[in-house]
């Protein structure tokens, strides 16, 4: 059984930095594609970060509002992918959700684009960013 754990969500200023965590039991995150997705109050959820499998050279990929300031990685050794946010906008708040692709042969960009690639979610964590 995959199973997804998220943390690393609270509060920050606007121009703040947070760091969240997903860690992965069940399967070999090296073996998956992993994805970064948020959802707004009232908005849909959308693709903010993935990365391919390890085997194919973990391409990643960045929404444009993301791009620049957030960085996706993963640790093998703890199985577990980031998000590391940084120069935090109030329209980056919204609940975030890691989740897992038995995806192989697909650059990130297309991992990305669409929820169905992906088979196990996490249960998300909020994040906020307000002064």
């Known amino acids: 059984q995959v199973d997804l754990a998220e943390s690393g969500g609270g509060l920050a200023q606007p121009g703040g930095s947070l760091r969240l965590s997903c860690v992965v039991s069940?399967?070999?995150?090296?073996?998956?594609?992993v994805g970064w997705f948020r959802q707004a109050p009232g908005k849909e959820r959308e693709g903010v970060s993935c990365?391919?499998?390890?085997?194919?050279?973990?391409?990643?990929y960045y929404t444009t509002s993301a791009k620049g300031r957030f960085v996706i990685s993963r640790d093998s050794a703890k199985n577990t992918v980031y998000l590391q946010m940084s120069s935090l906008k109030p329209e980056d708040t919204s609940v975030y959700y890691c989740?897992?692709?038995?995806?192989?042969?697909?650059?990130?960009?297309?991992?990305?684009?669409?929820?169905?690639?992906?088979?196990?979610w996490g249960q998300g964590t909020q994040v906020t960013v307000s002064s």
């Open positions: 989740a897992t692709a038995n995806a192989w042969h697909m650059h990130a960009e297309m991992l990305c684009s669409s929820e169905e690639y992906f088979d196990t």
């Open positions: 069940g399967v070999t995150v090296d073996h998956f594609g």
């Open positions: 990365i391919t499998n390890r085997d194919e050279g973990g391409d990643t």
